[in-house]
């Protein structure tokens, strides 16, 4: 039986096309993935669904349970059944569970919150969605993975139908990750049907009952996978619509001697001074290597990456940063710039880019010296310098001038690796330096990898994702709780190997 | 999406940046032209328009200042106070103490300096809320200028200080009804002006860059020259250029400078837009704050002086409620509340739409009651057209 059809949906901007007769199918009870390029339009076409684009602004038809629904706005869709779950989670950080839960919608009598009623209801829609907290805490206080699954339980006290959750695992680790998508199959035997929106193909391969691939605005196909084994290369394929032969770019690593080395590194956390966070960590990278780091969220990873970075991260930091066998004094961000350290964050908006600013002035910020005499800024230069950062890096703009806001997440990520070039640094941090981007876009930036290490620059990459570790690096770290809990080389690295020392390191 | 939108009109979005770009001046002009009107041409005799220039020098002057603030993401709300305080301190040492006004005027800046490095200190590294350090600033020197005045007014100041405000730049050429080395000083701005815009566009054609249609080029240039000249005409008719004018617009200039063609500017602009990249990006953002608070110390300790040397007299009750007039011109110049986005030349504009308003609603004498209402609507209704355009962009 069909829960949900979208049918012929087109949507402009401003006499852009954005999505050309779109077609989508929910069964009832089903986890339906939608999957495409970053720009492909999934993200519109949920806005369509969910009203935040009213009836009148798009065109085609949306029925769900059988009726035409004429969507005026979020309040009139969610009254339905269908809600969405945004990947920047709409929970105010510092009410309690239970208060986001019913947040507009509070049981009250003449304007006065029951609030044994709440928690108690809280209470059961906790247990519901897994999540072992009391109805009291602070959202503040919870971890990504159990804020999502916060926003699950808003959902189910809304008695949803249909719920959408847009790339919900992006922020997660594995263990989370598999706790919310097992959630999810919990839910689908209670008959919620489910739209997932998400990059990793993995996850949609375990849980998922139809992928359905978007491309440049339109549906390309619907894969059916309760009754063909679906692979990964064709969905990609279809995603791409082209052949991706190798995911990742072919290399010889030509290795030399050490360049970088990080010594007994400590670092304590900035509030509570007397935990260590970093628990003497030793690393070194040589020119033309691609050095990997392993490990869960909260590892420890960005904040040793950070502190190393001029102290941008952490207090009492102690340890020695070595280039070409000298100590260094990295006690700066300008420090650590002036001696050939960069680091690209993981959190582009809120880390790595000014928004509302050009791309331009974007990629000169770190390195403003070099277009300008005399601290009066050269413009001609910067738009020079810009342009051939645009044209090298491909990315895809009208012009340089145009602020950076309006680009696509893997453009976005592009200018902060311009910025850093720019800075012609010796050895380069990359922090997640593929999160949220889509594959094309993926492969482009590994293949910057490959080449600056080809060019002789130290490269440092901390992931996530451990395929693509694997697929670049020529030696992995892997990094759980503050500790560097295991090293291997390019021959000997696998995923079991990785996890294993995490596990193992784990019950120690 | 955004790519094919812009490239099939390459003009187009550089006209729509200078519509909103050139709204404000565009505005300043009608907002003239109304109360020009209404006033029966009042407004804008030489002898007005001089006023109006003496009047919104020490706004416009703290204006340039606040802007830096406010594009760094904070605000100041000391500097009518610190105009009080400033103005007091330069009496006590003239009149009192009898200094010669080149060290008492040095004396009153440095204090300046010091009055923003000590609420600089505490918002930059302290990490306290601008709003707060500098409304107990607005006490506390609210408080010392009573203090340092003992309750009293004090004056009048030296003849060679008061030229500070009330002084003319001299005529060389003797000139009965035309100040005419005035007119030859706004001619001489005027073809500044072209020269400079000339080597711009040069430049920007040399790199590729895009740069507005020839003929809208030429247009706006000459209106822009045209105004500049009709302006210093209309001065020299009277006593000529103030000397105050003469500051005024080189530290515009200055500050324009800064702002858009200096390190410096850029990365106030960054710090402003997101603290966080700029800092990871190698930005000093905690000294960066800081200096922008000395700067407007100074800025105010020099509208403190011109304040006081145009009264001829420093009064406990000076510069009260300077600070609103201050915030909304560069507000209604299109700065942004939350940082990283404003004008120089916008925020001068602003201070100007204020004094326009002001002036003619007092030739036109409506009471100061309604004056107040009127002044706030405009500042409300600017800021909602520039959220409106955002929005509809």
């Not at chain 1, 809990?485 to 696998?494: H, L």
């Not at chain 2, 490239?7 to 002009?29: D, F």
Request: aromatic fraction near 8%; charged fraction near 20%; proline fraction near 3%.
């Amino acid at each position: 039986m069909t829960l949900l059809e979208m049918r012929g949906i087109t949507k402009r901007f401003h006499g852009v096309t954005a999505l050309s007769d779109v077609n989508l199918a929910v069964r009832a009870g089903e986890i339906h993935a939608v999957v495409g390029e970053n720009g492909a339009g999934k993200s519109t076409l949920m806005k369509v669904l969910s009203g935040v684009f009213p009836h009148g602004d798009y065109e085609g038809e949306i029925r769900f349970e059988g009726q035409e629904r004429r969507f005026a706005g979020i309040a009139d869709s969610e009254h339905a059944g269908i809600i969405i779950i945004h990947q920047e989670l709409a929970l105010v950080p510092l009410l309690s569970i239970a208060e986001n839960i019913f947040l507009g919608n509070e049981p009250a009598r003449f304007g006065v919150i029951d609030w044994f009623a709440a928690h108690a209801q809280t209470q059961a829609l906790l247990r519901k969605v897994g999540l072992n907290e009391h109805p009291g805490a602070l959202i503040t206080d919870l971890g990504v993975g159990k804020q999502q699954l916060v926003e699950i339980a808003k959902a189910l006290s809304k008695a949803v139908k249909l719920l959408i959750l847009d790339e919900p695992t992006a922020s997660l680790n594995e263990t989370d990750s598999d706790a919310l998508l097992a959630l999810l199959m919990e839910l689908k035997t209670q008959g919620i049907a489910c739209i997932l929106i998400s990059h990793k193909l993995n996850e949609i391969a375990k849980v998922a009952d139809t992928i359905t691939v978007i491309r440049d605005g339109s549906t390309v196909r619907s894969f059916d996978c309760c009754n063909e084994a679906i692979s990964e290369d064709q969905v990609i394929r279809a995603m791409v619509g082209r052949e991706m032969a190798d995911r990742y770019p072919k290399r010889t690593p030509e290795i030399g001697e050490t360049v970088f080395e990080i010594r007994d590194w400590r670092v304590h956390h900035p509030e509570h001074a007397d935990r260590l966070v970093v628990k003497g960590v030793n690393l070194h990278a040589r020119r033309g290597e691609i050095v990997g780091i392993a490990g869960l969220i909260g590892a420890g990873r960005t904040e040793l990456a950070m502190s190393v970075f001029g102290r941008s991260y952490g207090r009492r930091i102690s340890g020695e940063v070595k280039l070409h066998g000298r100590v260094v004094d990295v006690s700066t961000i300008q420090k650590a710039i002036g001696v050939g350290i960069a680091y690209v964050t993981e959190d582009r908006k809120g880390y790595g880019l000014v928004l509302e600013d050009d791309i331009q002035h974007n990629i000169s910020l770190a390195n403003l010296g070099a277009v300008s005499h005399a601290a009066v800024i050269d413009e001609g230069r910067e738009f020079k310098v810009a342009s051939e950062y645009r044209q090298k890096l491909r990315i895809r703009c009208a012009s340089v001038s145009q602020p950076v806001v309006n680009l696509s997440g893997g453009n976005q990520q592009k200018v902060v690796l311009a910025k850093w070039l720019f800075a012609n640094p010796e050895v380069l941090i990359l922090d997640e330096p593929t999160r949220g981007i889509d594959v094309g876009a993926k492969f482009e930036i590994y293949t910057l990898m490959v080449e600056l290490a080809a060019a002789g620059k130290c490269v440092v990459m901390i992931s996530s994702e451990m395929p693509e570790l694997l697929g670049l690096c020529d030696r992995i770290y892997v990094m759980n709780e503050g500790r560097f809990v295991g090293e291997f080389d390019r021959a000997e690295a696998s995923q079991e190997k990785i996890m294993r020392s995490i596990v193992t390191a784990a019950a120690a | 999406m955004a790519e094919t939108n812009t490239t099939v009109h390459p003009h187009a979005g550089l006209l729509k940046n200078n519509l909103r770009e050139y709204g404000m001046l565009i505005s300043l002009v009608a907002i003239m032209s109304f109360f020009q009107f209404m006033t029966d041409g009042t407004l804008l005799q030489p002898l007005n328009l001089t006023n109006l220039i003496l009047q919104n020098s020490y706004i416009v002057i703290m204006a340039l200042g606040m802007l830096l603030v406010i594009v760094a993401g904070h605000i100041d709300l000391s500097v009518g106070s610190v105009v009080g305080f400033i103005g007091a301190l330069a009496a006590v040492l003239m009149v009192q103490y009898d200094w010669h006004f080149v060290p008492a005027t040095l004396a009153c800046l440095v204090a300046g300096a010091l009055i923003g490095a000590a609420q600089g200190w505490f918002v930059a590294f302290f990490r306290i809320p601008s709003f707060i350090v500098t409304l107990a600033g607005m006490l506390v020197f609210k408080g010392l200028s009573l203090a340092l005045l003992q309750g009293q007014s004090v004056g009048p100041f030296p003849g060679s200080f008061q030229l500070l405000s009330s002084g003319f730049i001299p005529d060389w050429f003797n000139g009965e009804l035309l100040r005419t080395t005035s007119l030859l000083a706004g001619i001489l701005v005027a073809f500044a002006l072209i020269v400079a815009k000339l080597r711009e566009r040069s430049n920007q054609t040399r790199h590729d860059m895009a740069a507005e249609p020839y003929p809208f080029f030429v247009a706006k240039n000459l209106v822009f020259v045209a105004i500049i000249v009709a302006f210093s005409w209309k001065l020299a008719s009277y006593k000529g250029l103030p000397n105050v004018l003469i500051i005024m617009t080189l530290l515009m200039l200055f500050y324009d400078f800064v702002t858009t063609r200096t390190t410096i500017g850029r990365r106030i602009y960054a710090l402003g837009g997101n603290e966080k990249a700029a800092r990871l990006s190698g930005v000093k953002t905690q000294w960066l704050s800081f200096w922008t608070f000395v700067n407007m110390g100074v800025l105010a300790a020099v509208a403190g002086l011109v304040f006081a040397a145009r009264l001829n007299t420093a009064t406990p009750k000076a510069g009260t409620g300077f600070e609103l007039d201050v915030i909304a011109a560069c507000f209604i110049g299109g700065a942004s509340a939350s940082g990283g986005v404003g004008k120089v030349l916008g925020a001068v504009i602003g201070a100007f739409v204020m004094g326009v308003m002001n002036n003619g609603m007092s030739i036109l004498g409506i009471g100061i009651d309604y004056q107040q209402v009127i002044k706030g609507l405009v500042l409300l209704a600017a800021v909602f057209v520039d959220v409106y355009n955002k929005r509809k962009a």
